[in-house]
Every structure is written in C-alpha cells, then in structure tokens.
C-alpha cells in the first residue's frame, strides 16, 4: 500500500516527517517496503493479509492517530441533495456471496480530473483515466471500499440482479478478454446478461466513457472466499479483488457511495439522481468482546496499565466500557473493519502492538524438567555425514523434485509419484532415489573440469511404499587423491565397497553382499547390500556402478565411470545401532598365523570359499583375509591363485604348532572336497 | 711439553675442524695409541724426574681425558646430523587423506540445532509429505483463508504415503505440521525445534527457491509469555551473529500465532546507518515468531486458558545469505565442490 504522505497529513496532523511515519508504524506491525520523497513523498507498506482496513489511507490514518495520540479527522462523507428521478432495481439473489449492495444512480458530464485528484492518484500507484473513475479509485484508496460504475444507458434495462453465473456464461470483462464464468461465481446481471464479475471486475460492454451521460455506481459488500475462488479461477487479480478477498468493510457500501456523491459534486462532474439503493437483507450484529487484564498479563508477560487499554483501542476504532465482571477488564465493540478481530487474544495483540513490543521485557521461560534426547535420526544423520566426510566426501543438497526423464531410471520399475501443479518439468516427480540428484551433480562439476567427485547426501526419497530416509553416495575420477608420489588409479568398485562396509559397521550392520540386478546399474558389477547381523538377512541397499546410458543422458561422459551406493535409514536405524555391550579384554595367548594359496575357478566366489574354510576351521580361527588373488602367467586357464591368511588363537592357552597344522590339513580338504582346490 | 699449551692448541684445532673427517683427523692426531700427542706425553711423564712425576702424571690424564670427551662429543653431535638414509625434499606436498566439507546449510543447522540443546530445546524430525490439516488446518487456516496465499503450495498429484504412514496430499509449506503431532501426541510442556526442508511453489532465482530449510521451535507451558518468546529470541541471535549486533522485536501478522513477531538485528554491512542490503532501514529480518493462537491449541486438545506457548521459524538459506555474504541461493543447491569446499569442516 503506497502512503501518500500529504493525504495522511489531511487526516491527521502527524508530528513527524515521512521517516518517522515509516518507523513508527513499523513497530507497530506494518513493514516499509521503501520511502520515496519528492512533491507527493510516498512510504510503501507491506500490508499482513490480516489488516484489509489498512489498504487505505484512513486505515493507516487511525493507526498514525493512535501511535501519535492525534485525532483523527474524517473527510466529508455528506451526500449532496439529490435530483428527482428513477433510481434502479437491485435484488441479490445469492445473499451467501453478496451480503449487501448500495446503488446510487447520478447524473454526469465526463471529462479529466483535477490536477491535485490526478498527483494523488499518481503518487498512490493508480493512472487517472477519467474525473468518475478517478473518483472511485480516490474513495477506494482513501477507505479502502471499491466501488464500480456501469453505463446506464448501455445496460439492458433498470433491474440489477446480483446471482450466481451459469454455468459456461461469457463476460467480456474491462481488459477485453473475453472470460467463462462458473456456477460459483457471482455476476452482476441485467435482465440479459452479466455486467460485472463481482467484486473482481466490470464488464466491458457496461464500461463508462467520454459519452456517458448516466450512470449507475456500485458500492457492495462481497463474501471473501467467493471472490477469492473466483479471482483465482479467473487467473485475474484486481484492486476491487484484494480487497475484497481479504475482508471489507460490511458497513462501507453506502458510506463509500456518499464520499463518492460528495467528491463528484464537489468536482462538479456529477449529481446523484433518486434514492440511494441499499439490500442488506441480514444486517450483521456488532461483534463484543470481553478483554480481561488478567488475560492481558498472562499472555503478554507485563502489566499494562489499566488506562492504557482504552487509551490504545479507542482511537483504533473500538468501543471500550469497563467490563461489570470482577476483576479489571473490559467490554469491547469491534468495528466493523476490523474483521481480523474476532476473539480475546486479538485485542491482546492490538494493545501489545500499541503498547509497544519494545517495552516487552526479555525473559526467559523456566525449565521444569530435563529434556529428552534429540530424534534418533537427527544423531543417526550425525554419524553418517561424520563417517562420510572422513571418506572423503562432501555433503550435497539436491532437489527433493526432479524431472521425470532423471527419475524413471532409478524408479525400478515403478512411476515416480508426480506433482500436480509443479513449477517447471525440471520439478516434476518427487525423487525415487537420492542418486540422480547426486549423478547430477557429479554432471555439474565435471562439466566444470573437476573429475575427481565424491559427493554424498541424505534425506528423503519416495517408493511406492511411501516416504523414506536413505543415504547415497556417488564417486568419479581418481580412487585416490592424486599426489606426485604414485600413478592415480580410477575409482573401482571396492572403492565405494569399502565406503559401504565402513558406514554400515559405524552404524552398528554387519553387511553382506551378493550379485544383484538393477536397472540403473552396470550388470556384473552391482551388488545387494544385506545386513547379516540378526538372524534373517535384511536388505539395506544397493551398490555398484552407474548405467553409463543414464551419465551420458545426464550430460556426463560415459566413459568415465561412477560407482554409486544408496542405504535405507529407516532399515539401519531399526537394526538398532547403538554401544557395545562391553569391552572386550584384549588376547592373553600369541596368535599363530598361516598362510594359504589354493587354485580354484576363476568365477567361484570369495565368500564362498571364506565360508567352506570357516566350517571347516574350529573356533580358534579368528580372522580370514584374502591378501592376493592372481590370474594369468603360470596359472592355469580358467583358473585363479588365491592366496589368504589365517589366524589362530584360543583364549584360554597357547596353541600348538601341531594342532594348527592339523586344522590346515582340514581346511585344505574341505576346499579340495568342495571346490576342487588345489593348494600352491 | 708444556700441557697447557698442547690444551690451547687442540682447542683452536678442534673449533677449527669444518667437518666430520676433520675431527675424526684430530681423534688420530691426539689419541693414537701410536704416536697420539697425548700418549707420547704420557710417555714424556714416565720420563720425568720422580718427584714431579705424579702431579705431571695427574695433568696429563686430565688433559687426555678433556680431548676425548670433547673429540666424543663432537662426534656423536655431526652423527645425529647424518641422514638415516636418501634424503627427502620435504617442500613436496604430501599424501593428504580426502576430508569431505559438510554442507554450509547443514553446519549453519547444527549450529542453531547446538544452540537450542543448551536451551533445553527437544530436536524432532517430521514427514516432508503432509496432508491439508496438519499442514493448514490445524494451524488455524481453513480453505479460503487468504494467509495461504502467504505460502504458495505443492501439491501430489494423488495422494502419497508419508513417513508417518499417513496419506499424503501435499509437500509441506512449514514443519508446523510436526508440532501439531507431536502436541496431538504429548501433553505439555513442550520445548522443542523442528528442522528440515519445507517447500513452496516458488520459482527459483537469487533470492526464492522451491525447496529450502528450516528450523521451526515451539514452547507450551502454563505461564509461557511475550517476553519469554523475545527473551528466547533474543539470547538466540546473539549467540548465532555475535554479542555486538543489536536486536529489534516488532509485530508482524502469522495465521497460527496472536500475538506475532518478527526479529531484526542490526545491518552489519552499514551498522545500523541504512544501506541498499537493509533497504535504507538499518535492521536485517531474521525469523518470525509469535503467541500460539488459542485456535491451534483447541485443535489439538489443549487447553488454551491454562496453557500458553509460543512458535517461531527461521529460514536456514536466508540466515545463510546473511552471514556468509553469499549472493546466490541457488549455490546451495548446485553442489559445485569449489563453493563446498570453502565452508570449514
Ligand atoms: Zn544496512
């Protein structure tokens, strides 16, 4: 709401120039968007969707006047004698969205405003047009009721009907184009047809010009939600359309017509003809409300001193009467512009608005009992950035909708669940899996010349089960970080492996793998992620390395891989990671260590010959690693050396050499037995 | 011989000795059990005649033993100066593990997140898919209201299951939407923080985007107050922008609080003077903030006159901006690692 100064100033003698204006009412809830100065300074108010009386003038007025303690001083609303005449027909059909309607038919000579009307027009943001539609607009922004005025002579007949549209009904509305209109929507009608949207827009074919003679003028009362819905079908937003959407003055309309009368004959451009129209068929009782100062006290946390409170609300507009219940308190009439006023706790406010916040003294609320512990998942995403960035990679927030062509991918089959108003096709699906938002990014930086990327982020993605937590990392380029000492070797798929390993035995998963399918992975070099520690092996997510297809569609060059892994936070939180029971006291006894190399089939899997060697192994064995699998010279065709180190220890005494090599001896015929192994 | 003399001259021998090889020279010179100058003094002694021999016989050992612990000394000093081995050009850079960066949004959340736990704030999480009532009804914004307006939505194109297991018809504008669970859930008192991302239908540009973070809090109690509420935003600005920066509380209008706030600090790029950042006023908007409307606590069953409380939510990307001077919101979501990396670990 532009604030033209000078106007404010006809209202009420404000001690304070356009600065102090701005702050004074910005402390009291209404923020200063800018200051202009010059001939007509102006300050821009950002007005709350609560204070529809404070997009006008007077509005502010009563504010600055309770702010300053001026009185307020009201233009002259007095209506000029009317001349004798017919004046029209007006029956609301629909009273639900048309509570009241006021017309009043004049008399007039069109031509241009004066040029003080037209600076303040100006200065307020509204071009002039004409001395009647500059003199609507001057009440609309001076009382904050629009008005409209329709064409006498171009309306069919003297009858106004204010209904509901039917449905598919045409109006061809003020800015020319033509508009369908709804059942739901409420026209101004002839005996023919619709004149005007209601409380949104004037018609076209009624509109006033330079050849009007007679007119009638329109200063109603419309229901907030229904010029709201209709505003917003019609994709058509209005001065008339804001404020009434947002609530206006049911006790206006006539006022507004009389301010408007007295406006045009002070200008001489016209004279009200016949009675003024008023339809209010259900006239609305005064709202009271009961103000206590207990209440005041309680929620506000100070003592506002008993006069303060009629001292504050009068010259806002209330009715205040000390209240004949016990105690201090008040009875308290709202006026009919504030509709935000509606119960107790809103004249609270205005009294604090009013009072001043800054007198509000800065305490701090007492604490009765200790706090419980953050949400496990706030600690739970803790862990997981704390592990991952030790890895080496760097947080990434990516978009939670992303475009259809990136998601369907990672969406296993399934459709991405869609939005239904979204902002472009670049947000159009909510994300299945954090992976393409992370693909993307690995896109962005290698188009940027950075090759070597590990990236990871956390949050939400959207299966056909629903909302869920997961974590995905993706890493391209370099499996190390590059130094002068040593070639760089390119990031494998043990990379992002032991990424896997380490994050899920931070949280508490002992993880087993095994060859998976994925549609967004390469075959062959993806695996299930399983957690084995309870007693049926539960999935918890997927790893390997991205379809090179999908990189090339995202921009990313597909010979470049990237190995990517995507966890179920839900899954490992339920695993119920948490402290170790108890530590361990370290191995009293030596350990003996062995060492073994076997030739097996090339295709046989690790785990399955760590699994053959621990059944056949006793207890002392513990620990298995595979130190060096070979292929190629001196090694048959077909055929892999595979080299691991045992180590044996018992902890109640020292083992023998002989009891260690018979367990060998086992071991070595157990993978004879099942896989045909043979010992180097 | 004349013993001080020998002593004088091994001295100036051995200051003079540049290297190694010359101290080991000098060892030979004095101390060969052949020929050494101090074995031939020991020799001249036996020589001598028999009253002076034990007193020319003492000096001669001490002068012995002086040049051999020197010569000792010497040597084991320019020995720990010898490399072990080949020697390194220490001025090469060396093999540096990879250190990831944590997102700046995430650190600015921790921070705020460490700030409220010393406030005895609870952290709860919420679902990101939230239906019409916890998102709008509940917080005192039936259909039609205007204030919904304020937040522009996204909606699902038909209902999806949230994390909570509930349907889902849109993403949520706010995380208000946990507090009316968590109060649903427990009784009062309540002292806790919401993060997490919420999203608006807004277009993305240097300013707006669709998808941001937030830290929302809530207190209910009985006796829980205005000045409580300035008093806890207060103290929170402070500790986040430093004791110096000065704090502005004025009204503001939010459908779900009566009374609301909003809090300013001071511009730091003017200090208060007015500048193009503050839009000439001198104050910077930090967060809002407000009384919990008596309707929010009815709609979920607490009682409005015994109970008071208070909300407030604050924009981690705009905080962001603020205090790292960043001119772009849509660096946070681009992930280019040269603006990542720069934020400490
Ligand atoms: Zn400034």
């Known amino acids: 709401m532009r604030l033209v100064y000078p106007w404010l100033c006809e209202l009420v003698k404000v001690p304070g120039d356009p600065e102090s204006v701005a702050t004074t009412l910005a402390l009291r809830g209404f923020e200063v968007a800018s200051i202009e100065h010059g001939r007509q300074p102006v300050i821009d108010f950002e007005i709350t969707a609560n204070r529809p009386d404070c997009l006008s003038t007077i509005g502010l007025a009563r504010e600055a006047s309770a702010a300053y303690g001026v009185p307020l001083r009201m233009p002259d609303r007095a209506m000029p004698a009317p001349g004798n005449g017919p004046s029209v027909d007006v029956a609301i059909e629909d009273a639900d969205l048309c509570p009241r309607y006021c017309a009043q038919v004049f008399e007039v000579g069109i031509g241009t405003s004066p040029a003080w009307l ?234 604090a608005r009013h009072y001043g916040y800054d007198r509000v003294p800065a305490t701090f609320p007492a604490l009765a009992s200790p706090q419980a512990p953050p949400d496990a998942r706030t600690l739970q995403d803790r862990l997981v950035r704390q592990v991952l960035t030790a890895c080496g990679f760097s947080e990434a927030t990516t978009f939670t909708f992303i475009e259809q062509q990136a998601a369907a991918p990672f969406a296993d089959g399934a459709e991405p669940a869609a939005l239904a108003n979204p902002l472009s096709e670049k947000f159009a699906v909510l994300r299945p899996s954090l992976l393409p938002g992370l693909v993307d990014a690995c896109a962005y930086n290698r188009r940027r010349e950075r090759r070597d990327v590990r990236l990871f982020e956390t949050g939400a993605r959207f299966g056909p089960a629903g909302e869920a937590r997961a974590v995905a990392f993706a890493w391209c380029g370099a499996g190390s970080v590059p130094n002068w000492s040593a070639a760089t070797r390119p990031v494998d798929f043990f990379d992002v492996k032991g990424v896997v390993e380490a994050l899920c035995g931070a949280m ?152 260690v090599d018979e367990a060998m001896t086992r071991v070595v015929a157990a993978l004879e037995a099942s896989h045909g192994a043979q010992r180097r | 011989m004349d013993i001080p003399q020998i002593k004088q001259q091994f001295d100036r021998e051995l200051a003079s000795a540049a290297s190694e090889a010359a101290v080991r020279a000098l060892r030979d010179k004095y101390l060969a059990r052949k020929g050494g100058v101090a074995s ?38 320019a020995a720990a100066r010898r490399p072990a081995g080949e020697t390194v050009d220490v001025t090469l850079p060396g093999r540096a593990p990879a250190l990831g960066h944590r997102h700046p949004l995430t650190l600015l959340r921790e921070r705020i997140e460490a700030i409220f736990l010393r406030f005895g704030f609870l952290i709860v999480e919420g679902p990101e898919l939230e239906d019409d009532y916890h998102n709008f009804e509940a917080l005192n914004m039936p259909a039609d209201h205007p204030a919904r307006d304020m937040q522009d939505t996204l909606y699902l194109a038909s209902p999806v299951t949230s994390a909570v297991g509930s349907p889902a018809t849109l993403l949520r504008t706010h995380t208000s939407g946990m507090q009316v669970r968590y ?163």
């Open chain 1, 118 to 351: 037209q600076e303040r027009l100006e200065a307020a943001g509204v071009r002039p047009i004409n001395n009647v539609v500059d003199v609507t607009n001057y009440v609309m922004l001076e009382m904050g009721q629009p008005m409209h005025a329709f064409d006498l002579a171009r309306l069919g007949g003297r009858a106004l009907r204010i209904r509901r549209a039917k449905p598919g009904e045409k109006i061809r509305t003020l800015d020319g184009v033509e508009r369908t209109l709804d059942g739901d929507m409420l026209v101004i009608a002839d005996a023919a047809r619709p004149q005007a949207v209601g409380g949104v827009m004037g018609g076209a074919d009624s509109e006033i010009d330079a050849k009007t003679t007679s007119m009638v003028l329109e200063s109603a009362y419309f229901t907030p939600a229904s010029v709201r819905r209709t505003s917003k079908r019609l994709a058509l937003k209005t001065e008339a359309s804001t404020r009434f959407e947002r609530g206006a003055d049911v006790d206006a309309p006539p006022v507004g017509i009389a301010r408007a009368a007295a406006l045009l004959h002070q200008l001489g451009a016209a004279r009200p003809v016949g009675r003024i129209v008023d339809r209010y068929p259900a006239p609305r009782p005064p709202v009271t409300l009961a103000l206590r100062g207990a209440r005041l006290t309680h929620v506000l946390g100070l003592q506002v001193p008993a006069d303060d409170v009629p001292r504050i609300l009068t010259p806002l507009g209330f009715t205040v009467s000390p209240s004949d219940r016990g105690g201090a308190g008040w009875q308290v009439e709202v006026p009919t512009y504030r509709v935000d006023v509606q119960r107790e706790i809103d004249l609270v406010e205005e009294v």
């Open chain 1, 508 to 659: 508490g998963a002992t993880p087993a793998f095994e060859p998976a399918t994925r549609s967004y992975l390469v075959p062959g070099r993806t695996a299930q992620v399983l957690d084995g520690s309870g007693d049926g092996a539960r999935a918890i997510g997927v790893v390997g390395q991205i379809q090179p297809a999908i990189l090339d569609a995202r921009g990313f060059p597909a010979a470049e891989p990237i190995y990517a892994a995507e966890l179920d936070l839900d899954a490992l939180a339920a695993l119920g990671a948490g402290d170790i029971q108890r530590a361990e006291p370290l191995p009293r006894f030596p350990a003996i260590v062995r060492d073994l190399s076997i030739l097996v089939d090339d295709g046989l899997p690790a785990a399955a010959v760590r699994g053959t060697i621990r059944r056949a192994a006793p207890p002392t064995l513990v620990q298995l690693a595979e130190f060096d699998r070979y292929r190629g010279k001196g090694i048959p065709e077909g055929r892999v050396s595979l080299s691991l180190r045992l180590t044996f220890r018992s902890s109640e005494r020292t083992l023998t050499d002989a009891e």
């Open chain 2, 40 to 77: 031939n003094l020991l020799r001249d002694v036996a020589s001598a005649p028999a009253g002076e021999r034990p007193a020319l016989g003492k000096l001669a050992n001490e002068l012995k033993q002086y040049i051999d612990t020197q010569l000792t000394e010497r040597l084991a000093a």
């Open chain 2, 183 to 345: 109060m649903e859930k427990f009784p009062p008192p309540v002292r806790l923080i919401a993060p997490g991302r919420v999203y608006r239908r807004d277009d993305l540009d240097l300013t707006h985007s669709p998808m941001f973070t937030q830290v929302e809090g809530l207190v209910v109690d009985e006796g829980v107050t205005l000045a409580d509420l300035k008093g806890t935003l207060f103290a929170f600005a402070h500790e986040l922008f430093g004791p110096e920066r000065r704090t502005r509380f004025r009204p503001s209008f939010f459908p779900y609080t009566e009374p609301s706030g909003e809090l300013d600090i001071s511009c730091a790029s003017c200090r208060g003077a007015g500048c193009a950042m503050c839009k000439n006023t001198g104050w910077i908007e930090v967060l809002g903030s407000g009384m919990v409307h008596p309707a929010v606590f009815e709609a979920v069953g607490y009682d409005s006159e015994k109970y008071t409380g208070f909300a407030f939510g604050v924009g981690i990307e705009r905080l962001a901006l603020l205090k790292w001077g960043i001119e772009d919101i849509r660096l946070f979501y681009e992930n280019d690692l040269r603006f990542l990396e720069q934020f400490p670990l």
